[in-house]
T-cell receptor, first 115, second 113 residues
Framework: AQKVTQAQTEISVVEKEDVTLDCVYE???????LFWYKQPPSGELVFLIR??????QNEISGRYSWNFQKSTSSFNFTITASQVVDSAVYFC????????????FGKGTTLSVSS | SAVISQKPSRDICQRGTSLTIQCQVD?????MFWYRQQPGQSLTLIAT?????????ESGFVIDKFPISRPNLTFSTLTVSNLSPEDSSIYLC??????????FGAGTRLSVL
């Protein structure tokens, strides 16, 4: 069965702290895609990153970085020097088999950054 | 990336009525997806809509309640029928942008009184 687990329901940090959001996935496929999305209070889903199962390189984009480890079926997301604007719900998602299929979402992690 | 326009952005409807949500994409796509996000919850796939064929519904969702149209490769509608307060949710359409990832519309916030 396919499944995405985000064990952290809510995280609260103070500005400038680093924070890591955990994501663990389950799939039987050897080809799959992993995603992270941000959902601010406005409700729209903002695409952050896609990673395919054959690319285990870590990625850094500004203050954001992602650590993909197939050995532990994890795709964790770190925000460095957090800011108030980072406050949102963050979803990890899995797409199986090939590009173009629907996503399976984790339950999301609510990040609150206070000043 | 793909630009997705979803309408309406929000609506308040009376019990027993229906709401039709439109999703327009700026490029041709084979599949479009409709998701529901109930308050405080994650996203759940309602159905996958291919152009020229009937939508494929996920377990727990039926065509009579959530009829979908897909008249061409850039447009789809989702209707939520016979509304009840339990239908109050955010409804989102999405498409897969080749080589990039899956993008979502801004969502439709539905409140049923």
């Amino acid at each position: 069965a396919q499944k995405v687990t985000q064990a952290q329901t809510e995280i609260s940090v103070v500005e400038k702290e680093d924070v890591t959001l955990d994501c663990v996935y389950e799939t039987r496929d050897t080809t799959y895609y992993l995603f992270w999305y941000k959902q601010p209070p406005s409700g729209e889903l903002v695409f952050l990153i896609r990673r395919n199962s054959f690319d285990e390189q870590n990625e850094i984009s500004g203050r954001y970085s992602w650590n993909f480890q197939k050995s532990t079926s994890s795709f964790n997301f770190t925000i460095t020097a957090s800011q108030v604007v980072d406050s949102a719900v963050y979803f990890c998602a899995l797409s199986e088999s090939q590009a173009g299929t629907a996503l399976i979402f984790g339950k999301g992690t609510t990040l609150s950054v206070s000043s | 990336s793909a630009v997705i326009s979803q309408k309406p952005s929000r609506d308040i409807c009376q019990r027993g009525t229906s709401l039709t949500i439109q999703c327009q994409v700026d490029s041709q796509v084979t599949m479009m997806f409709w998701y529901r996000q109930q308050p405080g919850q994650s996203l759940t796939l309602i159905a996958t809509a291919n152009q020229g064929s009937e939508a494929t519904y996920e377990s727990g969702f039926v065509i009579d309640k959530f009829p979908i149209s897909r008249p061409n490769l850039t447009f789809s509608t989702l209707t939520v029928s016979n509304l009840s307060p339990e239908d109050s949710s955010i409804y989102l359409c999405s498409v897969w942008a080749s080589g990039v990832g899956q993008y979502f519309g801004a969502g439709t916030r539905l409140s049923v009184l």
